[in-house]
């Protein structure tokens, strides 16, 4: 998983690429080594940011505040760390899905 990787102690970093304005909230898959994940909210005024948090937050089982978004405020492309889960949980919460 080149997307996924360890952010400190009890976090992990996820590499993902954000498509808005899709039919449903969901995990799609990989898109040029990231996680390629699809949400309803439109990229204006950080609706998509906000909707990206919620949707990892209950996808990991974690409060909303345990994710953060690091880099990419106004891009498709971003970083986000999940506080409050390890590496290996993360994975198999992933391998789940994927």
Do not use: W
Not at 23 to 47: E, F, Y
Not at 71 to 90: D, F, P, Y
């Amino acid at each position: 998983m080149p997307y996924l990787s360890a952010g400190g102690d009890n976090a992990v970093l996820l590499e993902i690429y954000v498509q808005p304005k899709s039919s449903k909230n969901r995990v799609c898959g990989i898109h040029n080594r990231m996680l390629k994940i699809a949400i309803t909210a439109p990229p204006v005024d950080g609706k998509a940011n906000s909707q990206i948090t919620a949707f990892l937050a209950k996808l990991f089982r974690v409060p909303k505040s345990a994710v953060t978004l690091v880099s990419g405020l106004q891009g498709r492309t971003k970083k986000v760390s999940v506080s409050g889960i390890n590496l290996e949980q993360a994975r198999a919460v992933l391998s789940t899905i994927l």
